[in-house]
C-alpha cells in the first residue's frame, strides 16, 4: 500500500508502470502475463520477489542488465545477485537478544504489549543491477 500510495501521489499518470502481480502457481500463465506485461510496459529495472523473471526475459531476447536491470526483495532467496539482503544472521541474533532479556526479567506468555523488532535490509549492488556509472564532468 505504502508503494502504491507513493507512486501515485509522486508519478504522472502518464509515466507510471502498471504494477505486476504473479500467480506462480501456473507458471505458464505466469510466464505470459509477464511477457505481455513487459513488452507493453518496458521497464528499465524490475524489483520482484520470486518466478525466474531472468530466464524469462533473456528467452524473449532481453538483456540482462543494459536493457532491464534486475533486484530481488531478497537475493538469499533468488538466483539473482542484485537486491535486497534482508540479513538473516542479523535477525536471529537480535530475536536471541530479545528472547534472552525476556527471560532475564522474567517475562513469560504472552506480552501484554507486543514488540515489533525491525533490521533494516541492506542494498546489494550485482551483475543483474551494477552500480550506476559515476558521471565525469
Excluded at 26 to 47: H, N, Q
Excluded at 61 to 89: C, F, H, Y
Excluded at 101 to 125: A, N, T, Y
Amino acid at each position: 500500500a505504502g508503494f502504491l500510495h507513493a507512486r501515485d501521489s509522486r508519478i504522472p499518470k502518464r509515466h507510471r508502470i502498471t504494477t505486476l502481480r504473479l500467480d506462480t502457481t501456473e507458471m505458464r500463465k505466469a510466464r505470459k502475463s509477464f511477457l505481455d506485461w513487459f513488452a507493453r510496459s518496458r521497464p528499465d529495472a524490475i524489483l520482484f520477489s520470486s518466478a525466474p523473471i531472468e530466464r524469462w526475459i533473456r528467452a524473449a531476447g532481453g538483456k540482462v542488465p543494459s536493457e532491464v536491470a534486475l533486484a530481488a526483495i531478497s537475493i538469499l532467496d533468488s538466483p539473482v545477485t542484485s537486491g535486497l539482503d534482508q540479513l538473516p544472521r542479523e535477525v536471529g541474533r537480535a530475536a536471541v537478544e530479545l528472547v534472552d532479556s525476556m527471560i532475564m526479567q522474567r517475562q513469560f506468555g504472552l506480552p501484554e504489549h507486543p514488540r515489533c523488532l525491525l533490521i533494516d535490509p541492506v542494498w546489494v549492488f550485482g551483475k543483474e543491477c551494477p552500480p550506476p556509472k559515476k558521471e565525469t564532468v
